[in-house]
């Protein structure tokens, strides 16, 4: 799968997971998010109420290396496939960036559009866009 | 939602994602994969033709740890779910408890019955199971 395969996949799935690394060892986790040229964004939809920040944030503080993966599962194994976007988060508590990733995602999950999103965003400046299917 | 209904989850469903760390930071990819007591298996269809071991080989012999996420999504974000297990992996090359992986892989998936499983089993001792579900 081409580079550029591997982005359409992302921009046409729905929902993708985020690996991070820390000293707990690797984390992942399902995100909803939207991709803008090379760059894919996601939001905490709520800040926790106890026990400070996720543990995903508080890995891509320490690291912000990342890997996002979207796959496709079907019972015929001639159609598997995955894309996975590997680069380095930024964490963006609140301005300008935070704002444009949050409209965002509000204007590519309708579901976003009546329910508040008061966590930190994450930027990935994607540096490498990877892919694999079955039927290559 | 509780350990016992997180490992329900896996065993209920057919495709997963296996994290795991490295020098080249966060590594996801998706798996088949069986669930036996407190132990999820997986296995590499084939050996790669060239440049070693695969990436999540040479992570998880070098740093053992790894998360496994099982999710659903539906655009009803109230039956929005995830289920993760933490553990330890080993990479297991021959033998019984290979062999072993590798049969209650091919008894969940009939097309592995028709096809070689040629790369190492990955036999991965779960310490912790957790989950999520919006309808909680």
Redesign the interface.
């Known amino acids: 799968m081409t580079p550029h395969e591997a982005r359409s996949r992302f921009v046409e799935t729905?929902?993708a997971?985020l690996?991070?690394?820390g000293p707990?060892?690797?984390?992942?986790?399902?995100i909803t998010f939207a991709v803008e040229g090379e760059t894919i964004v996601t939001a905490i939809d709520a800040k926790p109420k106890r026990g400070g920040p996720l543990r995903r944030i508080r890995n891509m503080e320490a690291?912000p290396?990342?890997?996002?993966?979207v796959?496709g599962?079907d019972?015929d194994?001639t159609r598997?496939w995955?894309a996975?976007a590997?680069g380095h988060a930024v964490v963006v508590g609140s301005g300008p960036s935070r704002d444009h990733a949050v409209a965002l995602l509000r204007a590519r999950y309708p579901?976003y559009r009546d329910m508040p999103i008061d966590g930190p965003a994450v930027v990935v400046k994607v540096e490498r866009w990877t892919g694999w299917r079955a039927a290559d």
């Open positions: 729905r929902v997971r690996a991070t690394s707990q060892g690797p984390h992942i986790v399902p690291d290396r990342v890997a996002v993966l796959d599962y019972e194994w598997l995955w996975r590997d579901q």
